[in-house]
């Protein structure tokens, strides 16, 4: 199996008034059709990761990496244009914020059939057909009326479905999914990660999940990529990430409450400003060529 | 942090309090944002080009008296239609051996005033309406709308012919004329933009603090709705210009012999063909302020947009 | 409003619908529940079954109802005063929703203290921002500047500044990362035990409802399908098909895969 995604010593920042903030800092990891989930605190960099794969950050934001390779191609070598065609054709993402993606005085049905429109150059009819059948999927009740209805009428986890259902019209190589299911409750969400599933499973997609669910990501990813002040501090096997050694997860995963353990005061993370001088680990893995 | 305030000079001390990531006070806040903005503003050369212009017309007005060569209105019919540049007259002189030059000059003052009052007027006009319209929806909005789509429906010259004759021509008459044609667009947009955010969370939110909807969409929706509106009327005070210029030389702006601009390329429009400067001169001092005024507007839009800025 | 009463929050068959007609939704169909003064109880369910739309229904932003809703003991009517307003406060699903672009925490914490008429709002925004764990330099920022954690903190103190004795929380952590989630539920417990607040919460996550209440109702479908007390919750002792499934559920994503 090849590896669908290569990023090398990946660095974002900003200049500010004080000096370069980095938002990313010298990440390298690597992608196969598997399901890579990250996570990290808020302001880790894992969105501005997700977003800088893409190659969408914003001005004045600094892209660097040795090469970002999507199939052996380095698409920092690509054109505008070119990675237009990207966006959304080979690679798309599902944004955090789902009601900042949406136009706020256009009805649902009407946006999603136009962003399948414009991939499948399908008839109105069919584009109708297939959104209805995309609102049905993510487990969206009387899809007819979601339909016709405006994003501000839709509770925040329909919100987010929508979303996710406006992603997989394109049948992409590579899903960045940026806490695709936080809004939802545990039996929807089973069924969300479902279809992801079933995506990397039966297309052999690529998928980077990213999440502060640690529950989630550890029963569902294959690898974890935990993230820190830019830095990937520490890379587990999912099903080992309640064996985790870094103090920074470790700590992470204490502040969870627990069901069965009742406490009184949550345990909050002290952090430890070396995490943040210690360099980034190595999350390339080298994969042969399938024969 | 520590290496910035080394580096900084003599002089730089105000900077870095306009600069701070942390306000001390809700000045200091305030201040700090204009100046971010003022900033990035600045950082357009076109646009301050446009400002440069604008600046430079505001104090050839104040200043007129003591810029202009002539009295505008001094006739010298012995060195009338005198080409650019003989008998001392710069641009040239006009059918009544006025000085053109003069005459533009005196003239700046008209078209700030017409431009001000309406910049002032029309987009405040359309501020209530459109967001009374947005944010109470029901029998209001359709009441609201209807009238906008009416006064829309109509070309705008057209409209402000029939107000102006209806009112009688004259400077005023014509800047309400321009007024009550031109808000209907601000309307919309402010509308528009109502309608995007007054189911936002965060005017909930303040709905939950009591208070009532006056206060919401005086205090809460027009800043957000302000900005589009600024440069949108930067971006028509061209139009603003000429239309007033166009009723000038219809005859029912101002009356002559007031050196309005427009007037005056309708007074020279008899001798375009031999005297070419007589309506070329107040036709590029137009074209010049159009043009400011454009580039300030999409220099603004670059500061102001939060589609673009965010 | 009389406080002596022992009830904070009670509801009675309500239904709340969206639309008329053909394009009526029934968003909550029959809700009965009560959560006693000083009580802390949650709202869990699966997604779209209504549970925000209670809490709009209690604070009049969903406008068509019927049924019974009083608080504190007086039954309410279409209409809020601003007296119900300085009782009862809410904190919305989405932080980044949820404040004003052009508003700074000062500007936004002085304008709640402007409208219910409350003097020395310098003393009081200091405090308040120490109450909820923001240093002072967070005064004067604008939300643009705020990480997730700090614009719900912003949020919660706009919530807690005119002193509310209700708190209705819409998921109050459900965009926010672990170790954030872990401060706010912390500073959540602590005001309500030094303020004697009453609690009602949504989320859907368990463990965050079985840690913040003691009783709490399931809904489905916007109905109410099942109530449930803590110790019910964490013995997994479920009647209904769909507290089951949720339950094992949730059991099953802590435990990794099945
Ligand atoms: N335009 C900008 N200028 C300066 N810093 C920025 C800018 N945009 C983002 N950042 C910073 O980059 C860092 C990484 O942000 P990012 O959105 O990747 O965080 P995240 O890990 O996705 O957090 P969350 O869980 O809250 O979404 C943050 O500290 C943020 O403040
Ligand atoms: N303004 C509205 N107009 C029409 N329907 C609405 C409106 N607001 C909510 N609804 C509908 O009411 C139902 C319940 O929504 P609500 O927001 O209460 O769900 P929720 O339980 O909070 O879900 P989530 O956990 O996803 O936030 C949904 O089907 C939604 O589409
Ligand atoms: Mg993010
Ligand atoms: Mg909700």
Same mark, same amino acid.
């Given at each position: 199996?090849?590896?669908?995604?290569?990023?090398?010593?990946?660095?974002?920042?900003?200049?500010?008034?004080?000096?370069?903030?980095?938002?990313?800092?010298?990440?390298?990891?690597?992608?196969?059709?598997?399901?890579?989930?990250?996570?990290?605190?808020?302001?880790?960099?894992?969105?501005?990761?997700?977003?800088?794969?893409?190659?969408?950050?914003?001005?004045?934001?600094?892209?660097?990496?040795?090469?970002?390779?999507?199939?052996?191609?380095?698409?920092?070598?690509?054109?505008?244009?070119?990675?237009?065609?990207?966006?959304?054709?080979?690679?798309?993402?599902?944004?955090?914020?789902?009601?900042?993606?949406?136009?706020?005085?256009?009805?649902?049905?009407?946006?999603?059939?136009?962003?399948?429109?414009?991939?499948?150059?399908?008839?109105?009819?069919?584009?109708?057909?297939?959104?209805?059948?995309?609102?049905?999927?993510?487990?969206?009740?009387?899809?007819?009326?979601?339909?016709?209805?405006?994003?501000?009428?839709?509770?925040?986890?329909?919100?987010?479905?929508?979303?996710?259902?406006?992603?997989?019209?394109?049948?992409?190589?590579?899903?960045?999914?940026?806490?695709?299911?936080?809004?939802?409750?545990?039996?929807?969400?089973?069924?969300?990660?479902?279809?992801?599933?079933?995506?990397?499973?039966?297309?052999?997609?690529?998928?980077?999940?990213?999440?502060?669910?640690?529950?989630?990501?550890?029963?569902?990813?294959?690898?974890?990529?935990?993230?820190?002040?830019?830095?990937?501090?520490?890379?587990?096997?999912?099903?080992?990430?309640?064996?985790?050694?870094?103090?920074?997860?470790?700590?992470?995963?204490?502040?969870?409450?627990?069901?069965?353990?009742?406490?009184?005061?949550?345990?909050?993370?002290?952090?430890?400003?070396?995490?943040?001088?210690?360099?980034?680990?190595?999350?390339?893995?080298?994969?042969?060529?399938?024969? | 942090?520590?290496?910035?305030?080394?580096?900084?000079?003599?002089?730089?001390?105000?900077?870095?309090?306009?600069?701070?990531?942390?306000?001390?006070?809700?000045?200091?806040?305030?201040?700090?944002?204009?100046?971010?903005?003022?900033?990035?503003?600045?950082?357009?050369?076109?646009?301050?080009?446009?400002?440069?212009?604008?600046?430079?017309?505001?104090?050839?007005?104040?200043?007129?008296?003591?810029?202009?060569?002539?009295?505008?209105?001094?006739?010298?019919?012995?060195?009338?239609?005198?080409?650019?540049?003989?008998?001392?007259?710069?641009?040239?002189?006009?059918?009544?051996?006025?000085?053109?030059?003069?005459?533009?000059?005196?003239?700046?003052?008209?078209?700030?005033?017409?431009?001000?009052?309406?910049?002032?007027?029309?987009?405040?006009?359309?501020?209530?309406?459109?967001?009374?319209?947005?944010?109470?929806?029901?029998?209001?909005?359709?009441?609201?709308?209807?009238?906008?789509?009416?006064?829309?429906?109509?070309?705008?010259?057209?409209?402000?012919?029939?107000?102006?004759?209806?009112?009688?021509?004259?400077?005023?008459?014509?800047?309400?004329?321009?007024?009550?044609?031109?808000?209907?667009?601000?309307?919309?947009?402010?509308?528009?933009?109502?309608?995007?955010?007054?189911?936002?969370?965060?005017?909930?939110?303040?709905?939950?603090?009591?208070?009532?909807?006056?206060?919401?969409?005086?205090?809460?929706?027009?800043?957000?709705?302000?900005?589009?509106?600024?440069?949108?009327?930067?971006?028509?005070?061209?139009?603003?210009?000429?239309?007033?210029?166009?009723?000038?030389?219809?005859?029912?702006?101002?009356?002559?012999?007031?050196?309005?601009?427009?007037?005056?390329?309708?007074?020279?429009?008899?001798?375009?063909?031999?005297?070419?400067?007589?309506?070329?001169?107040?036709?590029?001092?137009?074209?010049?302020?159009?043009?400011?005024?454009?580039?300030?507007?999409?220099?603004?839009?670059?500061?102001?947009?939060?589609?673009?800025?965010? | 409003?009389?406080?002596?009463?022992?009830?904070?929050?009670?509801?009675?068959?309500?239904?709340?619908?969206?639309?008329?007609?053909?394009?009526?939704?029934?968003?909550?169909?029959?809700?009965?529940?009560?959560?006693?003064?000083?009580?802390?109880?949650?709202?869990?369910?699966?997604?779209?079954?209504?549970?925000?739309?209670?809490?709009?229904?209690?604070?009049? +932003?969903?406008?068509?109802?019927?049924?019974? =809703?009083?608080? #504190?003991?007086?039954? @309410?009517? %279409? $209409? &809020?005063?601003?007296?119900?307003?300085?009782?009862?406060?809410?904190?919305?699903?989405?932080?980044?929703?949820?404040?004003?672009?052009?508003?700074?925490?000062?500007?936004?914490?002085?304008?709640?203290?402007?409208?219910?008429?409350?003097?020395?709002?310098?003393?009081?925004?200091?405090?308040?921002?120490?109450?909820?764990?923001?240093?002072?330099?967070?005064?004067?920022?604008?939300?643009?500047?705020?990480?997730?954690?700090?614009?719900?903190?912003?949020?919660?103190?706009?919530?807690?500044?005119?002193?509310?004795?209700?708190?209705?929380?819409?998921?109050?952590?459900?965009? +926010?990362?672990?170790?954030?989630?872990?401060? =706010?539920?912390? #500073?959540?417990?602590? @005001?309500? %035990? $030094? &303020?004697?607040?009453?609690?009602?919460?949504?989320?859907?996550?368990?463990?965050?409802?079985?840690?913040?209440?003691?009783?709490?109702?399931?809904?489905?479908?916007?109905?109410?399908?099942?109530?449930?007390?803590?110790?019910?919750?964490?013995?997994?002792?479920?009647?209904?098909?769909?507290?089951?499934?949720?339950?094992?559920?949730?059991?099953?994503?802590?435990?990794?895969?099945?």
């Amino acid at each position: 199996m090849n590896n669908l995604l290569e990023v090398q010593n990946l660095t974002v920042k900003f200049p500010t008034r004080n000096g370069m903030f980095e938002a990313v800092r010298k990440i390298s990891f690597s992608l196969g059709r598997e399901r890579l989930g990250i996570v990290g605190e808020s302001g880790s960099g894992k969105s501005m990761t997700g977003r800088a794969i893409l190659r969408l950050i914003r001005r004045p934001g600094i892209l660097e990496a040795d090469h970002i390779k999507l199939e052996g191609e380095d698409l920092l070598q690509f054109s505008e244009k070119a990675m237009r065609q990207v966006r959304g054709h080979k690679i798309s993402m599902i944004m955090q914020d789902p009601k900042f993606s949406l136009n706020p005085v256009m009805r649902i049905g009407e946006q999603i059939c136009e962003a399948y429109r414009l991939h499948a150059k399908a008839s109105k009819k069919e584009a109708k057909k297939k959104t209805l059948d995309m609102l049905e999927k993510v487990l969206i009740r009387d899809p007819e009326r979601v339909y016709r209805a405006y994003p501000h009428e839709m509770s925040g986890g329909m919100g987010q479905r929508i979303m996710i259902a406006m992603m997989l019209i394109p049948d992409p190589k590579i899903l960045i999914a940026d806490e695709p299911t936080s809004a939802l409750d545990v039996t929807v969400q089973k069924e969300v990660l479902e279809i992801m599933d079933d995506l990397v499973r039966e297309r052999g997609m690529g998928l980077i999940f990213i999440s502060h669910d640690l529950n989630v990501v550890s029963a569902f990813c294959d690898r974890v990529l935990i993230m820190y002040a830019g830095r990937v501090v520490e890379i587990c096997q999912a099903d080992r990430l309640h064996e985790a050694k870094h103090p920074y997860t470790i700590g992470l995963l204490n502040s969870i409450p627990q069901l069965e353990h009742p406490v009184e005061h949550l345990q909050v993370l002290q952090r430890d400003d070396a995490w943040s001088r210690e360099p980034s680990v190595n999350g390339v893995v080298k994969r042969e060529q399938a024969s | 942090m520590n290496s910035s305030s080394e580096l900084s000079q003599k002089g730089s001390g105000w900077r870095e309090w306009l600069l701070t990531d942390a306000p001390a006070s809700r000045r200091q806040a305030r201040l700090s944002s204009w100046y971010r903005s003022w900033l990035a503003f600045r950082s357009n050369p076109m646009a301050m080009f446009g400002l440069s212009i604008l600046f430079a017309l505001l104090l050839i007005a104040m200043f007129a008296p003591y810029l202009a060569p002539y009295d505008p209105f001094i006739q010298d019919l012995a060195a009338r239609l005198s080409a650019p540049g003989t008998g001392g007259y710069i641009l040239g002189s006009d059918s009544l051996g006025r000085d053109i030059l003069s005459r533009l000059i005196y003239g700046s003052r008209i078209t700030l005033y017409i431009v001000s009052l309406v910049a002032l007027m029309a987009p405040i006009a359309g501020l209530f309406v459109g967001t009374a319209a947005g944010y109470l929806g029901g029998w209001v909005d359709v009441v609201l709308m209807r009238i906008t789509d009416i006064f829309l429906a109509f070309p705008k010259l057209i409209l402000a012919l029939a107000f102006v004759s209806a009112l009688g021509a004259g400077i005023e008459n014509a800047v309400l004329a321009i007024v009550l044609t031109a808000w209907p667009p601000y309307a919309r947009i402010a509308r528009a933009e109502t309608l995007t955010i007054r189911n936002a969370d965060y005017i909930h939110a303040i709905k939950l603090q009591g208070a009532g909807a006056l206060r919401i969409i005086t205090r809460h929706i027009w800043p957000l709705c302000i900005s589009s509106l600024v440069i949108r009327v930067t971006l028509d005070m061209a139009g603003i210009i000429l239309t007033a210029a166009g009723l000038g030389f219809l005859g029912l702006g101002a009356q002559p012999p007031s050196p309005e601009w427009g007037a005056m390329i309708s007074a020279g429009r008899k001798f375009i063909l031999d005297h070419w400067w007589v309506a070329t001169m107040p036709g590029l001092a137009i074209f010049i302020v159009s043009l400011a005024f454009n580039l300030l507007g999409d220099g603004l839009r670059d500061v102001l947009d939060p589609k673009k800025s965010k | 409003m009389s406080r002596d009463n022992k009830t904070g929050i009670e509801l009675a068959q309500v239904n709340v619908w969206f639309g008329e007609g053909e394009e009526r939704v029934d968003a909550v169909i029959d809700a009965t529940f009560s959560v006693p003064h000083g009580g802390s109880f949650g709202l869990v369910g699966e997604s779209g079954s209504g549970k925000s739309t209670i809490l709009r229904a209690i604070t009049g +932003l969903a406008p068509t109802w019927s049924g019974n =809703i009083s608080v #504190l003991g007086s039954m @309410l009517g %279409k $209409e &809020r005063d601003k007296g119900f307003y300085h009782d009862v406060q809410m904190v919305f699903q989405d932080p980044y929703a949820s404040l004003h672009p052009r508003q700074t925490v000062d500007h936004v914490l002085s304008e709640a203290l402007y409208l219910h008429g409350f003097k020395n709002p310098d003393k009081r925004i200091v405090q308040i921002l120490d109450d909820v764990g923001l240093e002072q330099s967070f005064r004067f920022r604008w939300p643009h500047q705020l990480s997730g954690g700090q614009r719900q903190r912003v949020a919660i103190a706009r919530a807690l500044i005119i002193e509310p004795s209700i708190l209705l929380l819409d998921e109050p952590t459900s965009a +926010l990362d672990v170790s954030v989630q872990a401060e =706010i539920l912390n #500073l959540l417990t602590r @005001l309500r %035990k $030094e &303020r004697g607040l009453t609690y009602l919460m949504v989320s859907h996550d368990l463990a965050v409802v079985s840690h913040m209440c003691s009783e709490m109702a399931v809904m489905n479908q916007g109905e109410i399908v099942e109530m449930l007390d803590v110790e019910q919750l964490r013995g997994l002792k479920a009647k209904h098909p769909y507290t089951k499934e949720l339950l094992d559920a949730s059991v099953q994503k802590r435990r990794g895969k099945p």
